[in-house]
């Protein structure tokens, strides 16, 4: 059974840091999608990465895909309380199945 | 955009009572699903919608049904609540399933904080 481990599981850091979250699998990802989740709130989409070595960026946060498909970093800079919130990256198995894994529950103290 | 909508936003229930969660997208996506979220469980898939039409099992279905009344609409049945069920579920829609992959988001409503005594 595949599945996706998320490190660290809580972070709270002062606002102005930088910051790295991971998702990880034994096996090969097909494409990984990161969502953020405010409380009370359902998770929203920030980004899919599909190609082995792939970068992508959306505004201060940045995305990495593995070379081999089996990890995907998510990178902060310059962190604002508005970061706040559980980051959860999600893949689909072999059966066919959208899973999630555990998140990633970050706090931006200011 | 109401986007996905789930009623109630609250339940609490007795153990053995039964229950429908509602849900209802306005994006004319094709695809639906349901997941629960537990404390440090993260999201769990229960069963979804690929199409109007058709209903496939996910993760964890035992104890649950679904219908997907139409293309808007995709029901979350309890027959016999549990403590176990205790959860926060969430309702999720996407043009196509397949495409999941590609980049195509899945939509979330807000969820239903659902306690089982």
């Known amino acids: 059974t595949q599945l996706l481990k998320q490190s660290p599981q809580f972070l709270s850091i002062q606002e102005g840091e930088n910051l790295t979250v991971y998702c990880n699998s034994s096996?090969?990802?097909?494409?990984l999608q990161w969502y953020r989740q405010e409380p009370g709130e359902g998770p929203v989409l920030l980004v899919t990465?599909?190609?082995?070595?792939e970068v992508k960026k959306l505004k201060r946060l940045t995305f990495q895909f593995g070379d081999a498909r089996k990890d995907s970093s998510l990178h902060i800079t310059a962190a604002q309380p508005g970061d706040t919130g559980l980051y959860l990256c999600?893949?689909?198995?072999?059966?066919?199945?959208?899973?999630f894994g555990k998140g990633t529950r970050l706090h931006i103290l200011p | 955009n109401a986007g996905v909508t789930q009623t109630p936003k609250f339940q609490v229930l007795k153990t053995g009572q039964s229950m429908t969660l509602q849900c209802a997208q306005d994006?004319?996506?094709?695809?639906m699903y349901w997941y629960r979220q537990d404390p440090g469980m993260g999201l769990r898939l229960i069963y979804y919608?690929?199409?109007?039409?058709t209903t496939d099992k996910g993760e964890v279905p035992n104890g649950y049904n679904v219908s997907r009344l139409n293309k808007r609409e995709f029901s979350l049945r309890l027959e016999s609540a549990a403590p176990s069920q205790t959860s926060v579920y969430f309702c999720?829609?996407?043009?196509?399933?397949?495409?999941w992959g590609m980049g195509q988001p899945q939509h979330f409503g807000d969820g239903t904080r659902l306690s089982i005594l």
């Open positions: 999720a829609s996407s043009e196509f399933r397949q495409d």
């Open positions: 096996s090969v990802f097909s494409s």
């Open positions: 990465v599909v190609t082995g070595g």
């Open positions: 999600a893949s689909m198995n072999r059966d066919d199945k959208i899973i």
């Open positions: 994006m004319n996506h094709n695809s």
């Open positions: 919608s690929a199409s109007e039409g």
